[in-house]
């Protein structure tokens, strides 16, 4: 028995009283979701992007949140991106058919949440121009960036979804430099974000840094310039980049003064031409010094570099040919056989080479490319040259030759990143265009090769890919081969972006009338119930009508609306003297659900019978008609 169920979250059409409350307390419970207003309004200057294996194009929405995307999107499948400042990004896949539209309809952005905090030093005090990342801890990923303002403000709002976030304060740029020197990096974690809603108050406090300086010379007291040095925490960098570098100057001297959070450090040489900045000993795999920092106080750590020992020579084939780009190898063991010092170099198009770095003085295993078997040994001292140390192999590593060209599109447009594939017998190459549009591509040519034939084939997205045969010789340069790419026939991509309600009202029910009207329902009546429902964030979906007879059973009946705001159902008739109990139940497009159970809009009825006053007037008259006679007869008696 009963109507069709109207609410979908709960079957209610055979709920007991108890049961049907405890339905709608859990419905009440379950998390709210986003979904598009009724009339939702347009989102203008959204930046839509598509990228696909056929194709790739972008847009930005006009005034009514409208975008149209028709070039440069052939048949297949796509990605579709799609974001705004103060809004949460959407990914979209789909299928683009040429010389078809493919409609997205409305794409709805939420509200993204903001976290608003300050960044400090220790005494309180604000400090501006801070770099502030924003990370999702659900994955580590940077959703926002920021720079602190002149009162050390910062502000995220976009793509913070409901979820747990840490803020970042760093006092090192994108570029490695420092910003803020004297101060550390520092982070707060744990700060739960919400969409639609603001969380303020977030103060990060940059920590003191120590300074950890010295200077870089030779064997003789001469200054080192322009050798990078490099600080990292015993412990590891972790999740915030503690440590920094920084090179010397023309006397030798150098400074790391922030993101030194006290601590312990190890710090090396990590570039110094013509010296011996790295080597392995028994204890380590380079050489290091182990620095202790104090917030706020220099460490000074020297180096004595000494003066590397030179390597040079030749490599030819054995044919007496220059073997260009083949790498030669210096390695010098210490027991047990493990590596003390290595360096290398790269032949020049003559073959010539010269390892002029990080070789202390020893006895070195030298080889050229992979020929271990034809290594030599020889005795370097440190600053001193050990030269003619040359090399015959069967097979240039590299016996390379090279093509270069444009490629442009039908208009002549230079194309960047246009892809270039060259295939040949046991050759295979790749290369891609600069800005200008132009390539450079470099070719191994098998062993034994002089020349080689080709097919070069050029392709850039939302293009007809292109291809020629081209013929290449050891050594030389093929110049010229140029591309013109047609563009593909592309379809339409097109769609709006709209605002997302963040709703959390339900409808408001008012209004509720019934006929017949209560007092005068009878047996064969069909109750017609009439409600206003009303939602003006997201609209009403659906509306049902629940009603109970008294034997403990809920039906539930689905309300059509007769327009407007006005829903309408029918209780079916019952007997006489039942009596009828109902409540609406009304959800909007979010998915909040209201009930009017317990509320001055829960009615009830009791059936009556058909004649109600006739049905007392008839024992009246007769109890009447008997005190009647009984008055006669005892006037009669008395006599």
């Not at 990228?51 to 579709?80: C, E, P, R």
């Not at 594939?421 to 790749?430: Q, V």
């Not at 809009?601 to 007769?622: D, G, H, R």
Request: aromatic residues 8%; hydrophobic residues 40%.
């Amino acid at each position: 028995m009963g109507g069709p169920v109207a609410l979908r979250r709960k079957d209610l059409s055979s709920a007991s009283a108890p049961a049907l409350i405890a339905a709608l307390v859990i419905i009440f419970l379950c998390p709210l979701s986003l979904a598009s207003a009724a009339n939702p309004s347009p989102l203008e200057n959204a930046y839509i992007s598509v990228i696909g294996a056929h194709g790739d194009g972008f847009s930005i929405t006009d005034l009514n949140g409208i975008f149209n995307i028709k070039q440069g999107l052939g048949t297949g499948n796509y990605t579709v991106e799609i974001r705004h400042t103060g809004y949460i990004s959407r990914i979209l896949d789909t299928t683009i058919v040429a010389s078809a539209e493919t409609d997205l309809g409305d794409i709805g952005l939420a509200i993204s949440g903001k976290i608003e905090g300050v960044v400090q030093d220790l005494d309180g005090n604000p400090i501006s121009n801070v770099s502030v990342a924003c990370r999702d801890e659900s994955d580590n990923h940077a959703v926002d960036y920021a720079a602190t303002s002149i009162d050390g403000s910062f502000s995220f709002d976009t793509d913070i979804k409901n979820g747990t976030y840490t803020v970042e304060a760093l006092v090192f740029s994108d570029s490695g430099g420092t910003t803020h020197p004297e101060y550390s990096s520092n982070a707060i974690v744990g700060i739960e974000g919400f969409e639609g809603q603001t969380t303020s108050g977030v103060i990060v406090q940059l920590k003191p840094s120590g300074t950890i300086l010295g200077t870089v010379k030779d064997t003789s007291n001469v200054p080192i310039e322009n050798v990078s040095i490099i600080a990292i925490p015993e412990y590891g960098s972790g999740a915030l980049r503690y440590g920094g570098f920084a090179k010397t100057d023309s006397q030798g001297a150098y400074s790391i003064d922030s993101n030194l959070p006290a601590g312990t450090y190890k710090v090396s040489v990590t570039d110094a031409k013509g010296f011996v900045y790295q080597y392995r000993t028994s204890e380590r795999y380079w050489d290091y010094q182990n620095a202790t920092v104090t917030a706020g106080l220099n460490t000074t750590i020297n180096f004595t570099l000494d003066h590397s020992g030179i390597i040079s020579g030749a490599v030819s084939l054995t044919d007496g040919a220059p073997a260009p780009n083949v790498g030669v190898f210096a390695v010098c063991l210490a027991p047990p056989h493990t590596i003390k010092y290595l360096g290398g170099g790269i032949t020049d198009r003559a073959g010539l080479y010269s390892i002029d770095s990080l070789l202390g003085t020893g006895e070195y295993r030298v080889f050229a490319g992979n020929d271990f078997y034809n290594m030599k040994i020889v005795n370097v001292t440190a600053g001193e040259e050990t030269p003619n140390v040359d090399f015959q192999i069967t097979k240039s590593a590299a016996a390379l030759a090279w093509i270069t060209g444009t490629v442009t599109n039908s208009t002549a447009s230079h194309l960047l990143s246009a892809e270039l594939e060259a295939t040949g017998e046991a050759i295979s190459a790749f290369s891609h265009t600069e800005d200008n549009g132009t390539y450079t591509m470099e070719i191994e040519l098998p062993e034994g090769q002089n020349s080689a034939q080709l097919n070069l084939t050029a392709s850039a997205n939302g293009y007809v890919s292109l291809s020629q045969n081209v013929t290449v010789n050891l050594e030389q340069t093929t110049s010229n081969v140029d591309f013109a790419l047609q563009t593909i026939q592309s379809g339409t991509l097109t769609g709006r972006v709209v605002v997302l309600i963040m709703d959390t009202v339900p409808p408001t029910v008012t209004s509720v009338t019934q006929t017949p009207s209560k007092g005068n329902v009878l047996p064969q009546d069909i109750v017609v119930v009439n409600a206003t429902v009303t939602d003006d964030a997201t609209g009403v979906k659906e509306v049902a009508l629940n009603f109970t007879n008294g034997n403990g059973t809920w039906i539930t009946t689905a309300m059509s609306n007769l327009g407007g705001n006005v829903w309408s159902a029918s209780i079916p008739s019952f007997s006489l003297g039942t009596n009828v109990t109902y409540i609406i139940l009304a959800e909007d497009n979010t998915g909040n659900l209201v009930s009017t159970l317990g509320t001055t809009y829960e009615n009830n009825y009791l059936v009556v019978p058909e004649f109600p006053i006739l049905t007392i007037l008839l024992p009246s008259c007769a109890i009447s008609s008997v005190l009647a006679i009984v008055l006669r007869k005892k006037r009669k008696t008395s006599h």
